[in-house]
């Protein structure tokens, strides 16, 4: 695994646009950058792959031990919805994909930062936009990529929605959520699926029927969300769900893997796990430096590494929440750059990586996303 610089195609913004990626600046800030890359080995992308397919199975073994065991409340999970929780995994309800953090120089084992198993990213730019990167810079190379390939392949088996409407749903100030939602439409309906956009806050409840329903008074029986299941439950709508009135994607039981509380029961099932970090409930278990995290946070935020005399602290709104405390393993550093490999899950199967790097150790939501290629 090393760090390339190289040089932009020629009118790279338009080539990205052609594609649907369109905030490739984020707050007037770069995000794409293909003035980088990464080249891995076909050894370190087997490594890459095989754990992402171990880690997903540890990580179903969780969900079944927090269920086996009732252990919602170390979770954060209200008791109702703990029962909802339980009904959608006794039922296995469809999933559609994930995305583990790792860290990962090629040459120690990757190790989990953290699991974003409902609301995950950097989709767009990891399956698309970098794959028609290296279709044009490295044609002669191999990326590990089938991310869309086995989006489409996970649509077309979903055959409880033969007939009926999938609605894609996303709140309204985010353009990357957006494209996302607009991304994974796009693929439903290559699939054969029939889809609608509807926004997160258009969604109504028709109290006489108890059911929602878009703007058109329609009813929505399935529903993709890209909004997380933790402020779906806070929402006073959230009770509404409790009846299933509706099928969500992703479904009821990721509630359990979507926060940093299950980073302890993975470490706990499976101690010594050379692919996991020491994780607890309590700092007093670990030694400097470790970190301590939100257990419902995102993009790095309200994150604390903690020396021996100093800590280091990033800023954000999960500041009231309750914390996970993870032992701290730095991230490699390549030419003043700390890349997390963003390694994806598509159904249950490893699908590619996408690669953000930020200058300091901690990726946050101004970091830059990289290509990546093999050889």
């Known amino acids: 695994m090393e760090r390339l610089i190289i040089e932009p195609r020629a009118d790279w913004q338009h080539k990205c646009e052609a594609v649907g990626f369109h905030f490739y600046e984020l707050s ?5 950058n293909e003035g980088a890359c990464y ?10 792959e095989t754990v992402t397919e171990l880690l997903q199975e540890m990580c179903l073994a969780a969900v079944e031990c927090v269920i086996q065991e009732n252990r ?3 979770l954060c999970i209200p008791p109702e919805f703990a029962q909802l929780c339980r ?3 006794e039922r296995r309800d469809s999933s559609l994909y994930g995305r583990f953090d790792l860290v990962y120089d090629g040459k120690h084992p990757p190790k989990l930062l953290e699991y974003n198993a409902d609301t995950p990213t950097a989709l767009l730019e990891a399956s698309v936009v970098q794959w028609t990167w290296l279709e044009e810079v490295f044609p002669k190379a191999d990326q ?9 392949a996970v649509f077309q088996d979903m055959d409880w929605l033969r007939g009926q409407t999938l609605y894609f749903s996303c709140a309204a100030e985010s353009k990357e959520d957006s494209a996302t939602v607009e991304y994974l439409r796009d693929v439903a309906i290559q699939a054969g699926l029939q889809t609608k956009h ?3 806050e258009d969604i109504g ?3 006489t029927q108890e059911i929602f329903c878009d703007l058109d008074e329609e009813i929505i029986r399935h529903l993709f969300k890209l909004y997380p299941w933790e402020w779906l439950i806070s929402d006073p709508f959230g009770q509404y769900l409790l009846a299933e009135p509706m099928m969500l994607l992703e479904p009821a039981w990721k509630l359990i893997l979507s926060n940093k509380a299950i980073l302890p029961i993975l470490w706990e099932i499976f101690p010594q796990h050379p692919n996991l970090l020491p994780s607890y409930y309590d700092a007093l278990k670990l030694s400097h430096p470790y970190l301590s995290k939100p257990v ?4 790095g935020a309200n994150i604390t590494i903690y020396y021996e005399q100093k800590y280091y602290q990033t800023s954000g709104i999960y500041g009231d929440e309750p914390l996970i405390y993870q032992s701290y393993l730095p991230l490699p550093e390549f030419d003043g750059y700390y890349p997390v490999i963003g390694s994806w899950v598509i159904g249950n199967q490893a699908a590619g990586i996408g690669i953000r790097e930020d200058r300091t150790p901690i990726t946050q939501d101004t970091s830059f996303f990289v290509p990546h290629y093999f050889q």
């Open 28 to 32: 007037g800030q770069p995000y794409w």
């Open 39 to 48: 080249r891995f080995s076909a050894e370190e992308v087997d490594e890459l």
């Open 72 to 74: 919602f409340s170390q």
């Open 87 to 89: 009904r959608s995994w």
């Open 144 to 152: 590990f990529n089938s991310i869309h390939e086995k989006l489409l």
């Open 198 to 200: 509807i926004l997160i």
């Open 205 to 207: 409840w028709n109290h």
């Open 296 to 299: 419902f946070s995102r993009e």
